[in-house]
């Protein structure tokens, strides 16, 4: 048994330290002004969405251009929006009513036009934007939307489950325990894999049929970087605060591990997307990162 | 009837119904965040007894926090909420990121976001406070998610109305960019990128120990876990969400104060009652529930979810009386009913013990001992000072110790010496029952014949000068110094009031093996030149007895540079002291040249230790042939001294020049001052004399006898010059607020100063000493008449009189 658990050793090793990762660019998005947060790229890299600490608006940045437009005013447009796969924005606002208690609204935003429209109508209770693979949609607790009757393929989270959509036909998987929820999914770039987070487990690697194919740890925000690779958080805290932040590289099957950043630089929100990897600081400074990986 | 009784009933019920429904089809969802857990790092561990360090049944906040939790998520359920939680456990693996919080309170669509915490001070273990703080994301009164500052107003509101807990000022809302503005407005993790109106809440302070104990009670977890609850539904605009109430307090002996050290504020200084029976009773004194209260301090009991009416509560213990009130309960409310009971006192008071044991034969005891009496019941003060006496009657204060059941008597100032006290209790005493004593109880003891510390030396005394470098206060006792409180006593003040600071590094205090007592303080700035300052020293420096100061010390004194250029001649400069010999009688001493100078580069050092056994210990240093200059009646040697304090008397020694005169040694004072001098003093022998040394002579008796053994001397630039002459040749140097009167006399010649006088000589017109006293005076009544010199030792200075004797 000892020598099995050595020779494990030996090879997790030998491939641990098979891979070299260089960064070759890592700068300032300068044509973004002021403090921006939680950015999303879109899976070509060209496009990237972003709003303000307190989620209220969202901004799109279009790295050919370096034109940003305003998407939407609304308070918590930033909050969670995607990219579909048909290249419309999907983003849910939020207002708070005279009973204070929160409604939310889903929007579609046509980037040829650049108008945005109401898909969902306002409800109170919980709803997020979904991103399929050829278009998109909205969850909620009373309701749902879909941009076409065929989106593709789509993977969200709700409560402790993890919902895997596939052409229309939906099925929910709980493949690890997590009281508190899962978060975070998102569907590989070639389709097969989704990573997802489940509290007190972490980063979870499951096939389309719910199987556990890997553990990455305790890391946050997972976001595919590739079919082989994903970038993620790593934050500590003292209870009240953050006391560090950086992003990681992480293979997908659990052997390898790269800082990309330190944990002082605190370094957070880490998105990925056509070889581009973007992040945000603690203080809202978006930064372009650009690596090389060595097999 | 029956029939109609029960559709009016089914009506009302779905009356009610139909509102409870129509507020459960959008009742909101609140997310609650029970703080952060796992008993680790980021977990805050108050230790408090019977717990040690890290052990997880005492208190953590993690732990409190999740009591909280859970009562307010089961609170909120019960009323309809929808609710989330982040944990549900207190491992490490619960504690969760507080970004993944944020993410799983956002990703639920909860309307309201509670992060449930307690409060530190974070400072020293005397500064504990108490009270309801609510956080929100932002600056004040500007919240990034709008509402966020109402939620928290509405919440702290509740908590403050908590009167099982003792607050210390009122509760306070605030917003997390300006509560830290150290961290840059990056604010509290779980409020950052929260969509949810939201706030942190800090209900109490876990590091003030009473409150410590209570939040380790799950009751008291509970009741502010409810309170979450009220503050929910105040904020959103609900009453009576649920149609029960709850009924809650804290038990406390009505008098008897807790033994610990910790901070107490308000009712906490009383004792909890640990292992009470509390039993809620309905007004017919049908029993409904029971609890009992835990051992850990905070006597904290709950009854929950009781119909709205009234009910009695009854408390019983077995060392205090049973009692009982009736309360009454609301629906969605807190019914708060705190006892305060009575002990059971079944015997009359007396006297168990008391202190100073004195009898007949024994050692007298020190003149401010405490009076110490040991009841056998915490007596009631009042009843208990009013019946205590002592006599002779003196000035005293009492205090009261161990909740009550010592008496300590404490005379303000001492006690007279060589006296017999006699302290009585009178049977009037009470206990806290209100039973009085039976009999009298008298002690008594003798006193020591000393009764405050005596004041042997000071530098600086009143309107001397001191050097203005490197000043240093001194004080010298009879006693030991305790200098535990030397800097609330001692206080150097500039011209303009403003305190000035010491060297705190420095200060030296005399101890055990010291042969006198003393306390030095170097001064942390040098004065200014010219300037007045005021001595300080406040009575209460006390020996290692308690022994004070018999009055306090306050006067002037001078700064002055004593290295200030002189027109004088300069007869030897001290740069070289080739030559110079040591001598004297059991004393080893040596002359070295050294770099503490005034002038040039070098000044003579003389360090000398005499025998303590020796009567007359001399250490003297002479030059190997008496210097050039010569002097004669009326000239003025004067010089610089750098002085120790060893309070030996300094000489000059000499010679006369082929046998005109004797060969006499001039006193040029004693060295009771620290730092440089400039001193001076006539020349009054007649004849032609040189300067052939210096020599240090101590003292055997009086004030410095035990001071000085050893000493460093060091003298720089000594002068000569032509004085003033009277006709029979002494000259007169007088100096200003010295006065001698009567003059003429025929008794008592009596000086006197604003300074202090060590002691007053008369002089014949020839130079010979006719009379010396240590005190103020010399009686002349023997002495024949005629013209006199009278020397007036002050402060270190000679003050010189021209005096008429007459019979």
Known sequence: MKRIFFALMVGWAL????????????????????????????????????????????????????????VSDEPGAGYGAVFGGDGSIYYVSQERRENKLIYRTGHRYDQATGRSAVVLEAQHGPMQPVAATRGGAMKSRARNYSSAKAVGTAVYTQGSEVIIDIAGRERRFSPVESWAGYLWASLSPDGQRVAFFAAEQGIIIIDLNGNVLARLGNYEMPCWYDDNYLVAQNTTDDGRQFTSSQILLLKADGTYKHELTRPTSMT??????GGKIVYTTIDGNLTLMKINIQQ | MK??????????????????????????????????????????????????SGDTAGFWESNSNLWKGFALQEVLRKKGYTTSISRLANQTSNDLALSTIVALCNQSGADVFYSIHSNATGAGENYRINFPLGLYRGPDNQPIVPESDRLALELVKVLYQNQSTVWTSNYATRGDWSFYPQWNNQGLGVLRGNNAISMLDEGSFHDYIPETYRLINHDYDWVEGFNFSIGADNFFGYSETLPQGIITGNLRDERVMRTATYVMHGADARQPINGATVRLLDLYDNELATTTTDQLQNGIYLFKYL????????????????????????????????????KVRNTPPEVVSYSPVWNDGDDPVLCNTPVVINFNWDMDIPSTEAAFEISPAVEGSFTWEDTNYRL???????????????????????????????????????????????????????????????????????????????????????????????????????????PYGFVRLPMANDFNVGEKYRLYVERWVQDMDGIHLAEEIDHEFVAVDAGEAKAEQVIYDGEQVDGITTGGSNVNAKVTAVTTHLFGSKAMQLAYEFDAEDDEPVATASFAEPLEQQFTAGDTIMLHIDGDMSCNELLACFEAVDGDGDDFDLSLGDIDYHGWRFVKCPVENRGTFRLKGFAVKHHTQGYAKNMGLTGKLILDDVLWSEGEIFESGVSETTLAGVTVQPNPSSDYIVASAAGYIRGVELYGMNGQLV?????????????????????????????????????
């Open chain 1, 15 to 70: 491939v641990a330290v098979a891979q070299r990762v260089t960064v070759t660019e890592q700068s300032r998005l300068l044509p973004v002004e002021g403090p921006a947060y939680y950015p999303v790229l879109s899976h070509d890299g060209e496009q990237l969405l972003f709003t303000s600490e307190s989620t209220q608006g969202l901004n799109l940045y279009d790295f050919g251009t370096r034109a940003v437009t305003r």
């Open chain 1, 268 to 273: 957070m929100q880490p998105t990925a997307g």
């Open chain 2, 3 to 52: 029939r109609f009784y029960f559709f009016s009933l089914l009506l009302m019920a779905l009356v009610m119904g139909m509102g409870v429904k129509a507020a459960a089809q959008d009742m909101p969802h609140i997310y609650i965040n029970p703080g952060h857990g796992g008993h680790d790092s980021d977990d805050r561990n108050v230790v408090v007894p019977p717990f040690a």
């Open chain 2, 307 to 342: 119909d709205p009416g009234q009910y009695k509560v009854e408390v019983s213990e077995p060392e205090h009386f049973t009692q009982t009130k009736i309360v009454e309960v609301t629906a969605n409310a807190v019914t708060y009913c705190n006892f305060d009971l009575k």
């Open chain 2, 408 to 514: 300590v008597f404490t005379p303000t100032d001492a006690y007279d010496v060589n006296t017999h006290y006699t302290v009585t209790v009178r049977a009037s005493a009470e206990h806290a029952g209100g039973t009085a004593m039976e009999h009298d109880f008298t002690m008594g003891f003798t006193t020591q014949e000393r009764n405050h510390m005596a004041v042997t030396a000071l530098f600086p005394r009143e309107d001397v000068a001191v050097h203005y470098k490197s000043p240093i206060i001194e004080l010298r006792t009879d006693a030991q110094v305790n200098g535990l409180n030397v800097y609330d006593n001692f206080h150097v003040y500039d011209k303009n009031g403003n305190e000035l600071g010491y060297n705190r590094r420095q200060l030296k205090c005399g101890n055990s093996t010291s």
């Open chain 2, 771 to 807: 009379a010396r006293n240590g005190a103020n005076y010399i009686n002349v009544t023997g002495i024949a008449a005629g013209t006199y010199v009278f020397k007036v030792y002050v402060n270190g200075l000679v003050s010189t009189h021209k005096v008429v004797v007459v019979h």
